[in-house]
């Protein structure tokens, strides 16, 4: 079983810049290969990006390339999401998944994920 723990989320004027964090306990994180997906009022959860285990492998939805980084420690069991250049509708409560298939590519869908973060409320204000 492993744990997540976002943090970092918080209220942001548009263009600004926040970093999330997520830290995963147990000693498998670097087995793991890790996404951030984010849901907003009314809407469905959506993928936001993925890296793979090593950390050489990178995807990202289309709505935050170029403004988005995501990026891991696997010495630190965390995975970060540096959002640049925010816009109102980033506004959303992020959370950081795990898939423990060992799947050679990230994933984009929410089934692929199998350990859940309980989110991190981002709020950008135009």
């Known amino acids: 079983q492993v744990q997540l723990v976002e943090s970092g989320g918080g209220l942001v004027q548009a263009g600004g810049s926040l970093r999330l964090s997520c830290e995963a306990s147990?000693?498998?994180?670097?087995?793991?290969?890790m996404g951030w997906f984010r849901q907003a009022p009314g809407k469905e959860r959506e993928f936001v990006a993925a890296?793979?285990?090593?950390?050489?492998?990178?995807e990202y939805a289309d709505s935050v390339k170029g403004r988005f980084t995501i990026s891991r420690d696997n010495a630190k069991n965390t995975v970060y999401l540096q959002m640049n250049s925010l816009k109102p509708e980033d506004t959303a409560v992020y959370s950081c998944?795990?898939?423990?298939?060992?799947?050679?590519?990230?994933?984009?869908?929410?089934?692929?994920?199998?350990?859940w973060g309980q989110g991190t409320q981002v709020t950008v204000s135009s």
């Open positions: 147990g000693h498998t994180f670097s087995r793991y290969n």
């Open positions: 890296i793979n285990r090593g950390g050489s492998s990178t």
């Open positions: 998944a795990a898939d423990s298939l060992l799947r050679a590519r990230v994933a984009f869908t929410t089934f692929a994920y199998t350990y």
